[in-house]
């Protein structure tokens, strides 16, 4: 066994020993290939990190929930604990969950045990509260190196839209960013936990409605466009 592989090996081991890296593709393509759920038109995705919040989540489901949308979540580890709840509902309303880490720290330049201990340590706590596994990676600032895509687990999911909501919490502009680059396959990038920006997503899925798209999970998107997600590979969109 070479040196390279042996790390591996002990890379997986630990994994295994720390509640496993585990990825099953979702929604296994039949024969005929997934059915076509946009029936020809646009396909986005809203994404939405650094939640669960009670007040600010709350009211973008309800939201969503009123409008027939479904969308991702990348969550944090310990905002979990007195939301679960909350991640159940995203569940049962068929939204995609993923892990953000657990207190949203940049994941390059971890060590396997750090690593573990942000990513393994969430999927675990995620894969209790919803009794399912297979949850896709988002790590924060979108910082990826080759350590993080040889533990990642699962897919990372990166994005093509970022409005920077956080940096001025000015809905009017993040409406207009997002609907000026809006386009079919891609990913938006937007944070849960404040008013303005669940505000501005339910503003965005009104406007994008208007002109024909179909909100998705990140799933769907793939699953729509024959791409089959792989683990420590990074996507940014789906366009066609
Ligand atoms: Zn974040």
């Not at 897919?155 to 409005?163: A, E, G, K, R, V």
């Not at 899925?205 to 792989?230: K, N, P």
């Amino acid at each position: 066994m070479g040196k390279k592989r042996k790390i591996m090996a002990l890379a997986l081991t630990m994994a295994l020993l720390l509640g496993g890296a585990r990825w099953r593709e979702p929604g296994a393509v039949t024969a005929d290939g997934p059915a076509d759920i946009g029936a020809g038109r646009p396909l986005i995705a809203l994404t939405f990190d650094d939640g669960p919040r009670r007040s600010t989540t709350t009211q973008l489901l309800d939201g969503l929930a009123q409008r027939g949308v479904t969308a991702t979540f990348f969550l944090i580890g310990e905002q979990v604990e007195g939301n679960e709840d909350i991640i159940r509902r995203m569940d049962a309303e068929g939204h995609q969950l993923g892990v953000h880490t657990w207190d949203h720290v940049q994941l390059t330049g971890l060590g396997p045990r750090d690593f573990y201990a942000q990513v393994e340590r969430t999927r675990s706590l995620l894969a209790q509260t919803v009794g399912r596994e297979s949850f896709a990676l988002r790590p924060p600032y979108g910082m990826v190196d080759n350590g993080v895509k040889k533990r990642s687990g699962a897919p990372i999911i990166l994005w093509s839209i970022d409005p920077t909501d956080w940096d001025d919490k000015n809905t009017q502009r993040v409406v207009a960013e997002v609907a000026a680059q809006a386009g079919d396959g891609d990913i938006i990038l937007l944070h849960d936990i404040y008013p303005t920006s669940v505000e501005a997503a339910l503003q965005i899925v009104d406007i994008l409605h208007a002109r024909g798209f179909l909100f998705v999970t990140v799933e769907e998107l793939a699953s729509q466009r024959h791409v089959a997600l792989e683990p420590g590979e990074t996507y940014c969109d789906f366009h066609p």
